[in-house]
């Protein structure tokens, strides 16, 4: 059973975070650094690369910490989720996506960049 306590905790934690509270900043990372990590690396499939997405995405929480406290009804880890997505997606996109010009080299190129 999820913890409905939880939530709250984070909304408070932003808020510390907001005041400039480094502790607060700490227990946040403890807290969802390893959802984020999971997420980034999902996504990235490169250890260094999902890393870099953690501290990106903890970085930008310290700095919006206080633009968070407008979004009312908004979850902390899902914000921080979407952050993570985000950054993750930036770099894949830096990246030139390898992935994209494999296929437009495979057997059957011309029927994917149809699609493309």
């Not at 909304?11 to 650094?33: K, N, P």
Request: hydrophobic share 50%; glycine share 4%; aromatic share 8%.
């Amino acid at each position: 059973m999820p913890d409905k306590t939880a939530p709250m905790a984070d909304r408070h934690l932003m808020s510390s975070i907001a005041r400039g509270d480094v502790d607060a900043l700490r227990t946040l990372c403890e807290r969802h650094s390893t959802s984020v990590y999971a997420l980034a690396f999902g996504i990235l499939m490169l250890p260094e690369e999902a890393e870099e997405v953690v501290s990106e995405t903890f970085c930008y929480a310290w700095n919006a910490a206080a633009r968070f406290a407008d979004m009312a009804n908004h979850s902390v880890s899902a914000w921080l989720m979407e952050v993570a997505r985000s950054r993750a997606r930036g770099l894949l996109l830096a990246r030139g996506w390898p992935l994209r010009s494999a296929l437009t080299q495979a057997p059957n190129a011309h029927v994917i960049q149809e699609f493309a």
